[in-house]
């Protein structure tokens, strides 16, 4: 009996997935058996993958096969193929509902184009080639293969633009930024703080300690450090849908705050506060007394394929990153005002459009004023979400995208 043993893989760069190949489905994959897929899903991906999409949404130029090649993106390669890049899970055979965690594709893997009754569909298996029954018999024999697939895979899209967001960015409610633990002092009256020190910090305050201690049973031991919470708010209501924190590095905890007490120099009882002791152990900026400390979230390896989202989605553009920046422009970030809590997933793809305009209609004597309608200006695809807001990185645009400019479905 013929042995096909796969390794279990640890990618360790968050996002580096890409999509699933149908045909590799039947193979099994360390990831498949995290995440099952029944007869069911597997016949409803099966009838997704027979139907494709019509020709009429191919490329001009889409090529019959094409070889991945290092540094391609799923978003380049599915606009290779694709009018509607974000159709490709229609021409891949994926079903999006059933199907979540999906394989990935690799360079040096060719993807062929099948058309047929007015339909494309795309596959790893040359045409014909399944079709062949010529018979024979084929000798097996067992083998173990083992594949360094960490850095390989194809991501969904620039990872360099978005690497920061996926590490270090974090967006939180008030009420936990403001309760969050502090940096109260450092040894020598230090100002400030960098990788290599130490210092200390308190998580519970005023007279009447509020808050839980650092260091207590159950809680983290890692955290990230933070300064400035800035407020996000909706562009048309105002309301404040979450604060932004500025990340300046990591800090692990040594010891746990406490109450000590002890017998003064009059004879009476005394309690004195020991703050935790904590060591800086990764420094993207200097930190500074006052400074917050927020758990260190879990890593995340979430894969995901450029796709248009299930239900109407329609919002603004709440933020542009980048100090003093005013308008984004191609594979720069912003936030909008839609999250976890609207139905919005990672790799949703969104159009961004032009604002509605009035203008003078100059070959008019009477120089009435026309209401232009609004235009789509560009794309972008969410890569990161919370409750109320997400991160998307814009994939294209005519003109740069500014705060307050909305968006809907592709």
Do not use: C
Request: hydrophobic share 40%; proline share 8%; charged share 20%.
């Amino acid at each position: 009996m013929p042995l096909n043993r796969r390794p279990s893989v640890l990618l360790l760069r968050p996002l580096a997935g890409a999509t699933a190949a149908l045909a590799l489905l039947a193979t099994g994959s360390t990831w498949a058996q995290n995440f099952p897929i029944t007869p069911g899903q597997r016949t409803t991906a099966e009838q997704v993958a027979q139907a494709g999409v019509p020709l009429s949404e191919l490329a001009p130029n889409a090529p019959d096969s094409y070889t991945i090649k290092r540094g391609d993106t799923l978003w380049a390669i599915s606009s290779l193929f694709l009018k509607s890049p974000w159709r490709w899970p229609e021409l891949w055979g994926m079903n999006l509902q059933a199907i979540r965690n999906p394989h990935l594709i690799y360079p040096g893997q060719t993807l062929y184009l099948h058309k047929s009754d007015g339909r494309a569909t795309l596959s790893t298996v040359p045409p014909g080639a399944a079709a062949d029954s010529s018979g024979g018999t084929i000798k097996v024999s067992p083998r173990t293969r083992y594949d360094s697939l960490s850095d390989a895979a194809i991501p969904p899209v620039n990872l360099q633009a978005i690497e920061a967001f996926l590490t270090e960015a974090l967006i939180v409610d008030e009420a936990t930024f403001s309760q969050a633990p502090r940096i109260v002092a450092a040894p020598e009256n230090r100002v400030l703080l960098t990788k290599g020190d130490r210092a200390y910090a308190r998580g519970q305050y005023g007279s009447s300690p509020s808050g839980t201690a650092l260091g207590s049973a159950g809680q983290p031991n890692e955290f990230r450090v933070f300064r400035n919470a800035i407020p996000l708010k909706d562009p048309t209501t105002g309301e404040v849908l979450g604060y932004e924190a500025q990340y300046l590095g990591k800090a692990e905890l040594q010891r746990g705050e406490r109450l000590v007490t002890s017998q003064g120099a009059d004879g009476k009882s005394q309690t004195e506060i020991v703050p935790a002791t904590i060591d800086i152990v990764g420094a993207k900026e200097e930190m500074r007394v006052g400074d917050r400390l927020l758990p260190e979230p879990p890593r995340d390896f979430s894969y995901y394929v450029p796709s248009a989202p299930t239900s109407a989605q329609s919002g603004q553009i709440v933020s542009v990153y980048g100090n003093g920046v005013t308008y984004a422009g191609q594979n720069q970030v912003v936030t909008i005002n839609r999250g976890t809590a609207h139905g919005v997933q990672r790799g949703h793809v969104l159009a961004i459009m032009r604002d509605a305009n009035l203008v003078a209609d100059k070959t008019d004597e009477a120089r009435p004023m026309l209401r232009l309608p609004g235009e789509r200006n560009g794309l972008m695809m969410v890569f990161r979400t919370f409750d109320k807001l997400s991160y998307a990185l814009v994939l294209q645009v005519a003109d740069g995208a500014k705060v307050g400019d909305r968006f809907t479905n592709p």
